[in-house]
Nanobody, 113 residues
Framework: QVQFVESGGGLVQPGGSLRLSCAVSGSIFSIYAMTWYRQAPGKQREAVATIFSTGTTTYADSVKGRFTISRDNPKKTAYLQMNNLKPEDTAVYYC???????WGQGTQVTVSS
């Protein structure tokens, strides 16, 4: 059973930065793509960034140039570095590996002055 534990969220002012972490257990981490998602109140969950096993990355247009996804295969952990945060980035952030139907508890990110 694959499990995801997200951490690193918090309250930050506009223009600030946060680094989210996603610890994965129960899978062969290195072979799967990892995706960060977010869900804002009243909105559908959306994919924010993906990193494939090759290291190739993709981003939603709304976060390009501000967010960076990375992974540490020996630690079975994925990261999301978020810079120049905006109020519209406020959401619960989740991570998930390719092919898994499980979700973690997420980590709340609030961008507000």
């Amino acid at each position: 059973q694959v499990q995801f534990v997200e951490s690193g969220g918090g309250l930050v002012q506009p223009g600030g930065s946060l680094r989210l972490s996603c610890a994965v257990s129960g899978s062969i981490f290195s072979i799967y793509a990892m995706t960060w998602y977010r869900q804002a109140p009243g909105k559908q969950r959306e994919a924010v960034a993906t990193i494939f096993s090759t290291g190739t990355t993709t981003y939603a247009d709304s976060v390009k140039g501000r967010f960076t996804i990375s992974r540490d295969n020996p630690k079975k952990t994925a990261y999301l570095q978020m810079n120049n945060l905006k109020p519209e980035d406020t959401a619960v952030y989740y991570c998930k590996s390719q092919g898994s139907s499980n979700w973690g508890q997420g980590t709340q990110v609030t961008v507000s002055s």
